[in-house]
């Protein structure tokens, strides 16, 4: 690669995104898929919102109301929280261990394509005869009875998307433990890093148990076989169980890079060093070990019996102990420091009380005998809505604005910052706040309608005017970003000015091999360190300027994960399949299904087997190439002219 | 008498509690307002844990509040460099004890009530005679509706659920096709009603629904697990009554044994329904399960189809909507297809289900 690229054309931007393997473009290929799978997932409950808004509604009928209520659970944890944290690991965390790419960039790459052409694939389902609808938990007896192809495009996509975040897990776990700087040791490692590590690990242990749930479904309905057909011999709890013990680790999967995001916002704009750092650690931990052990709490009512409900109960309650560690953690955080409220900070802020309500929520759901009450009535609507978005959700929002000058020189306007957030967040609690109540008072949750005179009505309405507010805050954050494009870059370290750690000590924009030099790792927070101590370069380094050695763009992941596409038409399209059987979807001749299938995966193993046998050694950056690049870069900052590699 | 003092707090606060609870929701649908011991003991637990709840999110919020308040640059100035606390052994020790505290507060209820109300040793319980002394219902939830069985008074109805009032009442539940989940809200909640096997639990009704929503006189069921298109509208209602009236109900129902449509009626309804209902809708109470709900009590019902208007107009409507290519108003239902009749025949047929009655 020259170091003078000149300004390239449309189709070479194209050709670069669908070939790179830099973990900074594969973040923005991250945050661009997740913020389009967030919007449409985002207006797909604000329709569903609507329809709720007066009893006995006809703007959306009971069958699509399913469909729309099952992609938006689909797609908000699949395809738009996960990704868009991802975006954030990839973005961030090599940066914070001082490496220059995550170990696997090939991987890291076909990660992100299987995720993409899953997700798009599922979403293929609203064109070709009608979306999953059995929610996204999917229940089998429900979503083997579902007609038409529906389900068969939740099971595919899941299975293709889940195998690309899979990917993207060890990718990490094998990143964080190995490229790690000089003097990074666990214990010196940031707490989103550390997040990142513990997340990545539950992914590891919590998706095979859903792909091969998602197997036994999918041989089911598209090739007649019997797993959780109860008349047939199979059982529909198995899959529940399967679902759950990925799907209960799943949340927290999500919640920790959530917590690691903020263990990192708060310490900046209160000034102060993470209080009980070790006590964080050791929490985090805790909870994705404890993640493992609940999963039947979402199955109290199963009929699983007394003991079994009783063990899973308190293993539940548990839980709640290091996450209150967490929270006074923050709070001790800021006790004592010098709290500057920028946007990111203001999420933060709303985040604590948010959060600890959903958690609190969460407690009364765990004491089986109370769920049994509460158990898929709207009560547990409002509380995991208070965990995703308030836990979640804020940390994305507030992340965006804490690291969009890191990931692309800009920031985002503070005055739209603060409007998105003030207008998100009081509509988020009128949404959420009364279907707790909705749900004391007897609402069944997945319900399209309801009759008027059940003492519902008022709560709904509030509830859908704050999604409608919600719905106007994501537009203004939309806005923000787009107007960031614009904007005057930074061109600078430290943004903030407080930052701490090694993020920070970089220049924007980066060169595409990060540090000139590994960065020698002193302490915790090694930034604050290196200022301290009055280190105008911010760091200090490891070894001397020398050859940098990088991996080479490749176009296999896209066409690998294209391969996996052809293939699961081909199996979507099975003459086998129980509803093609049934009449009540389209089958293609055996033929046709069979060549798909064997093509597409044969596809998928060639693109394998030339990635083994063909030698890719990477590229090497000389010494004469990075003084180069680190002084048009240079120049970039000071004139704003761009003459060099960005 | 410090102790006794203590406790009647904690009960004037719970009573706090309840008072302002019991203003949410109707009577006949509310958790709030249970009219069970089941209900009124998951109340229980649920005001507890609202106030240790409270309790959390209050002493969280306020040292947060404080800490927010007290440490804003704006008030320790621009240039202030904060301590680098490493954190605190003795904080991390109290803050995780007192929460351990108050989770086994709530653990021991927690386990109390999940044995308590799995417990259905009774249901196995005979007299002398070899005879089941407690009540029992077989439950069955079928695309969408339900159908209530009586093993051992022999009777079977549909769509609504009868009981005593003062005893347990024992239910067996599975579901026939698509897993669905048993609620009755204001009663005590709840269990699925799964395709592989029979679970069991039980429920207590200590309050008649006679009087309830106007004199609509039944509480409110509901389906509470994602079952199709037509989940929402999966509803059931439950009648509670005196022991005395309820024997009077099960001697009624048991009374028509034997009752059919007459194809040859002069009753066009009548005939029409022989001909063109009855193989899947019984009318007799003491009729084998059905492929559609037993229409025996039709009469007496509340509503048609789980959620329409109880009149003749309605149950038309509903009828007619059967012969679409696919229901309207109740998308998915498995009648739709089954039949053809005229729109004067469907009227018929309505006002004569609307003589099934064995309350009247």
């Given at each position: 690669m020259s170091s003078v690229t000149q300004k390239k054309g449309f189709g070479a931007h194209v050709w670069d995104y669908l070939t790179t393997v830099d973990h900074k473009k594969i973040a923005i290929m991250y945050l661009a898929a997740g913020t389009l799978f967030f919007a449409i997932a985002g207006f797909e409950a604000l329709l569903m919102r609507i329809q709720l808004m007066f009893p006995e509604s006809t703007f959306i009928s009971a069958g699509l109301f399913n469909e729309l209520l099952t992609m938006h659970g689909t797609t908000m944890l699949f395809l738009a929280a996960t990704p868009i944290i991802f975006a954030f690991m990839n973005a961030i965390v090599p940066l914070q261990i001082g490496a220059r790419d995550v170990a696997f960039p090939f991987l890291n790459s076909l990660g992100f394509w299987l995720f993409f052409i899953g997700a798009v694939f599922l979403h293929l389902s609203f064109f070709l005869g009608g979306a999953p609808d059995a929610g996204w938990t999917s229940y089998a007896s429900l979503s083997l009875y579902s007609p038409g192809h529906g389900i068969d495009f939740y099971i595919l996509g899941l299975q293709i998307s889940g195998a690309g975040t899979l990917i993207s897990g060890i990718n990490f776990i094998v990143t964080i433990i190995t490229m790690?700087?000089?003097?990074?040791?666990f214990m010196r490692m940031p707490l989103f890093t550390w997040t990142t590590l513990v997340s990545s690990s539950l992914i590891l242990f919590a998706f095979p148990p859903l792909t091969g749930g998602l197997f036994l479904m999918l041989v089911d309905r598209m090739f007649g076989a019997n797993f959780f057909d109860h008349t047939m011999g199979g059982n529909t709890i198995i899959w529940e169980h399967l679902f759950w013990i990925f799907g209960h680790p799943e949340v927290y999967i999500l919640v920790l890079p959530a917590f690691g995001l903020f263990s990192e916002i708060i310490p900046v704009f209160a000034r102060k060093?993470?209080?009980?750092y070790s006590s964080m650690v050791f929490a985090t931990i805790l909870i994705g070990f404890l993640g493992f052990m609940v999963w039947a709490h979402h199955m109290f009512t199963v009929g699983l019996g007394a003991t079994a409900n009783a063990i899973f109960a308190v293993a539940t309650m548990a839980i709640a102990v290091p996450t209150g560690m967490k929270v006074f953690n923050w709070i001790l955080t800021i006790w004592g420091g010098s709290i500057k409220v920028t946007v990111p900070m203001l999420y933060a802020l709303g985040f604590i009380p948010s959060f600890v309500a959903g958690g609190v929520t969460g407690v009364m759901q765990a004491t089986a005998p109370l769920d049994y009450q509460l158990h898929d009535s709207y009560f547990i609507v409002a509380h995991f809505h208070y965990v995703i978005v308030g836990g979640i959700v804020t940390a994305l929002f507030g992340s965006a604005h804490f690291y969009w000058p890191i990931m692309f020189n800009r920031a985002l306007n503070p005055k739209l910052g603060v409007l998105t957030f003030w207008i998100f967040f009081i509509g988020f609690h009128l949404t959420f706040f009364v279907q707790h109540f909705l749900g004391l008072m007897g609402m069944p949750r997945r319900v399209f309608t309801y009759m008027g005179g059940q003492g519902w009505d008022l709560f709904n309405f509030i509830s859908s005017i704050g999604a409608i507010m919600m719905g106007i805050g994501v537009i203004i954050l939309v806005i923000d970003v787009l107007l960031s494009i614009k904007s005057e870059p930074?061109?600078?370290?430290?943004y903030w000015g407080d930052g701490r750690s090694l993020e920070w000590a970089i220049e924007t924009p980066l060169p595409f091999y990060n540090f000139k030099q590994t960065p020698l790792v002193r302490g915790f927070d090694p930034y604050w360190i290196e200022k301290e101590e009055g280190n105008k370069e911010g760091m200090v380094y490891a070894e001397p300027l020398g050859e940098i050695h990088m991996p080479n763009n490749s176009i296999l992941p896209f066409i690998m994960s294209i391969g996996t596409m052809i293939a699961a038409f081909g199996a979507l399209y099975s003459p086998w399949g129980d509803q093609v059987q049934a009449g009540t979807a389209t089958g293609a001749p055996a033929v046709v299904s069979l060549a798909l299938i064997i093509g597409g995966l044969g596809l998928t193993i060639a693109c394998m087997i030339i990635r083994s046998f063909k030698d890719d050694l990477g590229f090497h950056v000389t010494v004469a190439e990075i003084e180069s690049i680190e002084a048009d870069l240079a120049n970039y900052r000071a004139t704003g002219k761009k003459g060099g590699n960005k | 008498m410090m102790k006794g003092l203590k406790k009647w707090r904690l009960f004037s606060l719970l009573t706090v509690m309840t008072v302002f609870l019991s203003a949410c929701g109707e009577e006949y649908i509310s958790t709030l307002r249970p009219a069970g011991a089941v209900g009124k003991e998951q109340l229980d637990i649920l005001i507890l844990s609202i106030w240790i709840m409270t309790l959390v999110v209050v002493v969280v919020s306020a040292i947060y509040l404080v800490a927010f308040f007290k440490f804003r640059r704006t008030k320790v100035g621009e240039n202030h460099m904060p301590k680098q606390v490493e954190g605190s052994h003795t904080l991390e020790v109290i803050w995780t004890v007192i929460p351990i505290i108050l989770l086994i507060i709530l653990a021991v209820p927690t386990l109390t009530y999940t044995y308590k109300f799995a417990d259905v040793a009774a249901m196995d319980e005979v007299d002398e005679e070899g005879n089941k002394t407690a009540l029992t219902v077989n439950v069955t939830a079928k695309l969408y509706w339900w159908e209530f069985e009586y093993p051992n008074q022999g009777i079977i109805t549909a769509q609504e659920l009868v009981v005593p009032t003062g005893e347990k009442v024992y239910f067996n539940l599975i579901a026939s096709d698509v897993k669905h989940s048993f609620w009755i809200p204001a009663v005590g909640g709840k269990m699925d009603t799964n395709v592989d096997g029979i679970n069991k639990f039980y429920l207590q009704f200590d309050k008649e629904s006679a009087g309830l929503n106007d004199g609509e006189g039944v509480f409110y069921g509901k389906c509470a697990e994602l079952c199709g298109p037509s989940h929402a509208l999966m509803d059931f209602k439950v009648k509670a009554l005196e022991p005395e009236a309820f024997n009077a109900w099960v001697t009624a129902m048991q009374a028509t044994e034997g009752q059919t449509a007459d194809?040859?009626?002069?009753d066009i309804g009548e005939a029409t329904f022989a001909n063109s209902c009855l193989g899947c809708h019984a009318v007799s109470a003491v009729a084998g399960n059905g492929l559609g709900p037993n229409l025996t009590t039709f009469g007496d019902r509340n509503r048609v189809a789980g959620f329409?208007?109880?009149t003749v107009e309605d149950t038309t409507e509903w009828i007619m909507d059967g012969m679409e290519p696919e229901s309207k108003l109740k998308p998915g239902n498995l009648m739709t297809g089954k039949y053809n009749v005229t729109p004067e025949e469907a009227k018929a047929i309505s006002e004569y289900l609307m003589t099934l009655t064995v309350e009247k």
């Open positions: 790690r700087a000089p003097g990074m040791t060093r993470l209080f009980g930074v061109n600078r370290r430290d | 194809r040859e009626s002069s329409m208007d109880h």
